[in-house]
């Protein structure tokens, strides 16, 4: 009776996204659900009986913990604990029998909310950006260039007259500059990834030459997704120029289908993951924080718009950039 009473409560325990363990007193493992198997990165059959940190990786506070439990009417929470699996807060609770019941809950997904949370808050910045700018500095620069072109139809030629013209030129050039923070307006269609991608591989080949290798990892088995096709393309080149512009000599561009939907989406049962991997300078660890934001830069010619835009796009096609 004992053993078919247990084998539903361990199934049912299964069925839990929370990691549950047993332990004797001495740290030796009774019983553990999936979840905690891919915590601890072990099986419970190869577990079972075996102190818990013979079969596992574990932080010394947890073993601590575990020598020294709490008593019966109260529980232990460890928190931020770093496993073969991930990133755990544990709670430890001691049974009136003398075992210690375990429950280890995954971070990874309430850290990925606050980076969603980060980066949607960095949206809209660039979002009131654009419009304050719009606003602020179109309408005097108006003024600005069209002074200077009546400055340069005047002179006609001569010094002043190119100086006018560089005005005229400068002008442009921010006015351009201030349209690129605009979130552009989208034309979703069913498009095919994979010419997007060769297409902005062909205009970086244009503009860095030979000095850049691109490789590619593609899955052939994705489908055609709904998307902005020059948005897309504008992203990918935006990263792929990010790779040239620090010095890599290598490019790998990889397509994956993710199951599973690692961006928190409940009607998303699969995403399309694409990573730029190059083998450049990399990103300041003072920057690494700040890389999405708007006019953060660690080049000295650098905008610092290219992030910022290609995580705009990203997040109006309802994706991440990680």
């Given at each position: 009776?004992?053993?078919?009473?247990?084998?539903?409560?361990?199934?049912?325990?299964?069925?839990?996204?929370?990691?549950?363990?047993?332990?004797?007193?001495?740290?030796?493992?009774?019983?553990?659900?999936?979840?905690?198997?891919?915590?601890?990165?072990?099986?419970?059959?190869?577990?079972?009986?075996?102190?818990?940190?013979?079969?596992?990786?574990?932080?010394?506070?947890?073993?601590?913990?575990?020598?020294?439990?709490?008593?019966?009417?109260?529980?232990?929470?460890?928190?931020?604990?770093?496993?073969?699996?991930?990133?755990?807060?544990?709670?430890?609770?001691?049974?009136?029998?003398?075992?210690?019941?375990?429950?280890?809950?995954?971070?990874?997904?309430?850290?990925?909310?606050?980076?969603?949370?980060?980066?949607?808050?960095?949206?809209?910045?660039?979002?009131?950006?654009?419009?304050?700018?719009?606003?602020?500095?179109?309408?005097?620069?108006?003024?600005?260039?069209?002074?200077?072109?009546?400055?340069?139809?005047?002179?006609?030629?001569?010094?002043?007259?190119?100086?006018?013209?560089?005005?005229?030129?400068?002008?442009?050039?921010?006015?351009?500059?201030?349209?690129?923070?605009?979130?552009?307006?989208?034309?979703?269609?069913?498009?095919?990834?994979?010419?997007?991608?060769?297409?902005?591989?062909?205009?970086?080949?244009?503009?860095?030459?030979?000095?850049?290798?691109?490789?590619?990892?593609?899955?052939?088995?994705?489908?055609?997704?709904?998307?902005?096709?020059?948005?897309?393309?504008?992203?990918?080149?935006?990263?792929?120029?990010?790779?040239?512009?620090?010095?890599?000599?290598?490019?790998?561009?990889?397509?994956?289908?993710?199951?599973?939907?690692?961006?928190?989406?409940?009607?998303?049962?699969?995403?399309?993951?694409?990573?730029?991997?190059?083998?450049?300078?990399?990103?300041?660890?003072?920057?690494?924080?700040?890389?999405?934001?708007?006019?953060?830069?660690?080049?000295?010619?650098?905008?610092?718009?290219?992030l910022s835009l290609s995580q705009q796009i990203a997040s109006a096609h309802g994706g991440w950039p990680?």
């Amino acid at each position: 009776m004992e053993v078919a009473d247990q084998e539903p409560a361990s199934g049912t325990l299964d069925l839990l996204d929370t990691g549950v363990v047993r332990l004797d007193g001495m740290g030796r493992l009774i019983q553990m659900n999936a979840a905690a198997e891919n915590c601890f990165l072990v099986s419970r059959d190869r577990a079972t009986g075996r102190l818990i940190w013979e079969v596992a990786e574990v932080p010394l506070e947890f073993r601590d913990a575990i020598h020294d439990p709490p008593g019966t009417s109260q529980g232990l929470r460890l928190h931020e604990l770093k496993f073969g699996g991930g990133i755990y807060d544990c709670t430890i609770q001691a049974i009136e029998d003398g075992t210690l019941l375990l429950e280890l809950n995954n971070l990874e997904w309430e850290q990925m909310r606050l980076r969603l949370q980060q980066r949607e808050v960095q949206t809209g910045m660039l979002d009131l950006l654009s419009r304050n700018l719009a606003h602020e500095v179109r309408n005097p620069l108006g003024g600005i260039r069209g002074a200077a072109q009546m400055l340069a139809a005047e002179l006609e030629s001569g010094e002043l007259c190119t100086l006018a013209r560089l005005i005229m030129r400068e002008s442009d050039r921010i006015d351009e500059l201030i349209l690129r923070f605009g979130q552009p307006e989208l034309v979703r269609q069913q498009v095919d990834i994979y010419p997007l991608l060769d297409e902005a591989i062909d205009l970086l080949g244009a503009e860095f030459g030979d000095s850049v290798h691109v490789e590619r990892d593609y899955d052939p088995s994705i489908p055609a997704i709904r998307a902005d096709a020059t948005a897309i393309r504008q992203v990918i080149l935006n990263l792929l120029r990010n790779a040239c512009q620090a010095n890599s000599s290598l490019v790998l561009i990889r397509t994956r289908v993710e199951h599973g939907s690692a961006l928190l989406q409940s009607d998303q049962n699969s995403v399309l993951r694409l990573d730029v991997i190059d083998n450049g300078q990399g990103v300041p660890a003072s920057l690494q924080s700040l890389l999405f934001l708007p006019l953060v830069t660690g080049r000295r010619d650098g905008t610092g718009l290219g992030l910022s835009l290609s995580q705009q796009i990203a997040s109006a096609h309802g994706g991440w950039p990680a």
